[in-house]
């Protein structure tokens, strides 16, 4: 073999290193430029916070894909709201139900057209749904009540359902699940039992914007649709640029640079140094997330209510609000987050009182006395960790032993399923997938919805309550329902499964001359109304 | 040298065996069912006993390591949970991008590296000795991500001459897909913005993961290059009036680059584990990030799919060191 010399071999190496470098000292213009502004126009660049895991609707359920799913597809109905929530209009006008609450009629939009230029009728709507119940992933659980979905005209769609829910037009308009799909362009492509997808690269919607492009772990790309049946008045974007940067400083440094327009993953720290900076502006909203403290009932000595009750007393509500939160976060005053239907304020809430608890804890009798717990959270849930903390601290005043644990999620799904190896005391977090706080009374309170079946992880059982909740649940109205709902509730409250901690505030980082944002109470930070947003 | 080969090869097979075995053994040790990750928070019971009993997770754990590995050998890693995807599809997705900042920064090291160290070596004590003993210490001393941000602040935040983070700008669309690295699939394809895009996005993350490897190769190119230069074939070749260049190009620096090339094999394994944070602080879509995604997801057919794949590549990293050892110092061979 002969040998390559040394000289050549150093004037190769400094060669390949001039080309390394040469890019560096060359800005890249054509990046930065920005075409001039007719009504539609321009690039938006947004970070969604996680890749998606799928960009197919009936198969995503996470917050990283709300933006995409909801800019290329439309769902019958629209929940809309920056503090209370309201259904709106979709690719339905207008929806009635019959006299058992068991059917629901649907009238159609006219004029609306998919991507690929066909035209949405009743059949396409039959089709997403068969298909999106069929394929069993993502949301598809929220939408088992759903019996049959019947064209029964060119734009006229029933739903029959096996029991009545008077929810269901809620969840008509939830982000992941319920969109409708072109049947030309899905054609005969089903979804494979691991969740792989034609729609992960091919988009089927009737949305504002169309997919040009997904780099697959980098970015999606995507561009106006001349033909949205919302039409294109006013000023928007004709590029959207969805990414999700990890780095926390790469998100602020390019805020400030204006190569990212928005953005929500950042640290507190990293908001609050933005929010100096000129040209950009930090949003504060309330957010529907709840960070909630949920008791194992099956356990020794917290089967006990009197000792829930003074569990719930020794919360420093307040402390966490500014020393955990700094502030942006409110104390809870109810069973579930405010601005949602059917939530019902505590008349007497539990407050951050010592003696109270001392007094609950005296009540309890023998039950009451050497206690020890172990309080359980995720690994990398700060809020929870230094919320815990602070619980830690306030328990021992009163006599209470508890032991700190960090449970990765992976295992924490999988004990929880058990009562005998459920966490004693677990400080966690929900969010409402539709508009109404009844999907947690349901879910968590119902005592045949423990983990296998739903979320009731503090395996509460009453079945006063369980009798409420089914009437609730199975009302042909939600006018009908609420008074159940709220009976469960007041119930529930006294009998102090959980503590109902604090409802955070979240911030969104935004160039300044980006206007139309409206934030989502229901779908969060992670959604961005990108067809109602444009550079001013 | 093909038996040397050959007895490599064999012990890349018991090294493969031994990290699947450690790796199915810890992820099974961890009382967490990866049927309920998978199916998410909505799924039945019946669902995921369905769904264990595809898996094999029904199966007693060494029935269940020897079905994972007989998938194995048909080149089946498993399904991500994040991803949905194969992991093998995954992992040829994200891992040539590990591969290109790798070998950018291995390049960046050597270009800089060799050359001060050989001119260390010849004017050693002088100024430019002191200073790369600083920048050195410094290289060894300074963590990763840290040294990351720093250059992010300056030369995308202050100097605006270099991107932040990812692998190409924003308008520029993908080269076509040959071998998964930007720089050489646009060279190949003619894709010049896309060779342009990518070079500037790769400089960066490539300089700050070349950091540590740099000190290195400075230090030890020195060393060599010092101990070159006392022998008696240099001594001979200076007597015989040979030109200085020529003496501690050809004739010192060649035999002083071996320890080199070995350092160049070791610090790759390291450069893969550096490129985990760098990967992170860049958001550069290479191995590094999605195995991280994978270890807080629990995924575990990735983390076990990416830690055999990694495992191989660094053990045949290994046998190419050892026989470029050859090519070098005609001296060395292989029974």
């Known amino acids: ?536 | 040298m093909l038996a040397f080969v050959i007895r490599r090869l064999g012990f890349l097979v018991i090294v493969v065996i031994g990290v699947s075995m450690l790796t199915f053994a810890m992820s099974h040790l961890v009382p967490a069912d990866p049927a309920r990750l998978l199916l998410g928070k909505t799924a039945t019971p019946a669902q995921i006993t369905q769904i264990r009993r595809g898996l094999g997770l029904d199966q007693p754990v060494p029935v269940q390591y020897l079905i994972y590995m007989d998938h194995l050998l048909h080149g089946d890693f498993g399904q991500s949970i994040s991803s949905r995807r194969p992991v093998l599809s995954d992992f040829l997705d994200y891992f040539p991008a590990t591969v290109e900042l790798t070998l950018y920064a291995m390049l960046m090291a050597l270009v800089v590296g060799i050359p001060l160290g050989v001119l260390s070596a010849v004017w050693r004590g002088g100024w430019l000795d002191h200073f790369t003993r600083v920048t050195s210490l410094f290289g060894v001393s300074i963590p990763l991500f840290w040294l990351g941000l720093l250059f992010q602040l300056i030369f995308f935040g202050w100097l605006h001459i270099l991107p932040s983070d990812s692998r190409l700008d924003g308008n520029v669309a993908a080269p076509h897909h040959i071998t998964g690295m930007y720089t050489v699939d646009s060279l190949l394809t003619a894709n010049w913005p896309a060779l342009f895009s990518s070079l500037d996005h790769v400089l960066l993350p490539a300089a700050t993961l070349a950091f540590a490897t740099l000190a290195t190769v400075i230090r030890v190119t020195r060393s060599s290059m010092i101990e070159a230069l006392g022998k008696d074939y240099i001594r001979t070749a200076r007597a015989k009036g040979v030109a200085r260049w020529r003496v501690n190009v050809r004739h010192a620096l060649r035999n002083a680059l071996i320890p080199t090339i070995t350092l160049v094999g070791l610090q790759f394994g390291n450069l893969l584990g550096g490129a985990f944070l760098v990967e992170i602080v860049f958001s550069w879509p290479g191995i590094g990030f999605y195995s991280v995604q994978a270890i807080r997801n629990f995924d575990y057919a990735a983390i076990m799919g990416i830690t055999i794949i990694v495992a191989i590549a660094y053990t045949v990293i290994n046998l190419v060191v050892d026989l470029l050892y050859a090519v070098l110092d005609p001296r060395i061979t292989y029974a």
């Not at chain 1, 073999?1 to 290193?17: C, D, N, Q, T, W």
């Not at chain 1, 759903?146 to 029964?152: M, P, T, Y």
């Not at chain 1, 690269?201 to 040009?212: Q, R």
Request: proline share 5%; glycine share 8%; with cysteine.
């Open chain 1, 1 to 536: 073999m002969s040998h390559l010399s040394i000289p050549r071999l150093l004037v190769l190496i400094a060669a390949v290193g001039a080309l390394l470098l040469a890019p560096a000292l060359r800005t890249s213009a054509a990046s930065r430029t920005r075409a001039p502004a007719p009504s539609v126009s321009g690039t938006l660049t947004v970070n969604v916070g996680y890749e998606p895991a799928s960009l197919d609707p009936a198969v995503d359920w996470d917050t990283g894909g709300e933006t995409y799913i909801a800019a290329v597809y439309d769902t019958l109905f629209r929940a809309v709201g920056a503090t209370r929530v309201s259904l709106k209009p979709g690719l339905a006008t207008r929806w009635s139900v019959s006299r058992d609450g068991k059917t629901y009629t649907v009238t159609l939009r006219s004029g609306v057209h998919f991507h690929d230029g066909s035209t949405l009728n009743a059949q396409a709507v039959k089709f997403s749904f068969d298909r999106f119940l069929k394929a069993k992933q993502g949301s598809y659980g929220i939408f088992s009540e759903i019996k049959r979905v019947q064209a029964v005209g060119a734009h006229t769609v029933k739903f029959v359902l096996t029991y009545p829910f008077a929810s269901f037009p809620q969840t008509l308009a939830m982000i992941d699940g319920p969109e409708i799909v072109s049947p030309k362009t899905v054609g005969s492509h089903q979804i494979a039992s691991n969740g792989a997808s034609y729609l992960d690269s091919h988009d089927a919607g009737t949305g504002p914007y169309e997919l040009v492009s997904y780099l697959h772990n980098q970015r999606i790309v995507l561009k106006a649709f001349p033909g949205y049946w919302g039409g294109w008045k006013g000023k928007h974007f004709a590029k959207v640029v969805l990414q999700w940067p990890a780095s926390s400083s790469t998100q602020r440094l390019r805020l400030q640079q204006g190569t990212l327009d928005g953005t929500i993953t950042m640290t507190p720290e990293d908001f609050a140094a933005v929010s100096h900076s000129s040209g950009i502006q930090v949003q504060t909203h309330t957010a529907q997330t709840i960070f909630d403290v949920r008791i194992n009932t099956t356990k020794h000595g917290l089967n006990n209510v009197h000792v829930r009750r003074a569990l719930s007393y020794a919360y420093d509500y307040n402390g966490v609000v500014q020393g955990v939160f700094r502030g942006l976060a409110a104390k809870m005053r109810g069973v579930g987050p405010t601005g949602l239907k059917n939530f019902f304020p505590a008349s007497h809430p539990y407050t951050f009182d010592l003696a109270k608890a001392q007094a609950e804890l005296k009540a309890a009798g023998s039950a009451g006395k050497n206690l020890t717990f172990t309080v359980s959270y995720l690994p990398d849930d700060t809020p929870s960790i230094q919320a815990a903390q602070i619980f830690q601290a306030d328990c021992a005043k009163i006599g209470i032993k508890i032991n700190l644990q960090g449970i990765p999620i992976a295992t924490y799904s999988n004990i929880v399923t058990k009562p005998s190896t459920d966490p004693d005391i677990w400080f966690g977090q929900w969010t409402m997938d539709y508009a109404d706080d009844a999907e947690m009374y349901w879910s968590y309170f119902y005592s045949k919805n423990t983990p296998n079946n739903g979320a009731n992880v503090m395996y509460y059982k009453d079945h006063v309550v369980d009798e409420l909740l089914l009437k609730a649940q199975h009302a042909t109205s939600e006018a009908k329902a609420a008074p159940y709902w709220k009976a469960a509730v007041n119930r529930i409250y006294q009998a102090a499964p959980e503590i109902w901690t604090v409802q955070p505030r979240e911030q969104i980082a935004l160039r300044s001359n980006i206007g139309g944002y409206q934030y989502s109470f229901l779908f969060s930070k992670f959604y961005w109304p990108v067809y109602s947003m444009y550079r001013k």
